[in-house]
């Protein structure tokens, strides 16, 4: 494993525990002030003060949400996180199993190609809305 790809899984890692325990510091430290972040099929999201904007909203929806990592790759500038979205308040039988597709530069995500069906995804009705 390279220098980089080391920096970019610990860039990974802390997406994960940031996303679960402090979203005010999720997307400043983990994202690129210009970050472009494609919820493919449903829109892009262009830069990290709107992409705080959609993860206050999906927070506001679910609280308690929270993303459980099951598998990681990584090569070159790039780290493929295979996640799952849960929600305890939905039940212990509500999941979203999704992939982030995350292009680094300088330590941190400039582009996110994330895939999931977002038909149940909390808060990004507002999203939809943003455009």
């Not at 979203?96 to 292009?103: C, D, G, N, S």
Request: hydrophobic letters at 45%; glycine letters at 6%.
């Amino acid at each position: 494993m390279t220098e980089q790809e080391q920096r970019n899984i610990e860039t990974a890692e802390r997406y994960i525990e940031l996303y679960n325990n402090d979203i005010e510091r999720f997307v400043p430290e983990c994202y690129t002030a210009d970050c472009t972040v494609y919820a493919m099929g449903a829109g892009v999201i262009e830069g990290a003060v709107q992409f705080l904007q959609v993860e206050h909203a999906v927070l506001d929806a679910a609280p308690k949400r929270y993303m459980r990592l099951d598998h990681m790759h990584a090569s070159g500038d790039v780290v493929i996180n295979e996640v799952t979205l849960l929600d305890p308040d939905a039940g212990d039988d509500w999941a979203i199993p999704f992939v982030a597709v995350l292009t680094m530069r300088d330590g941190k995500i400039a582009v996110d190609r994330t895939y999931a069906d977002y038909t149940h995804w909390p808060g990004l009705a507002a999203f939809a809305n943003m455009g």
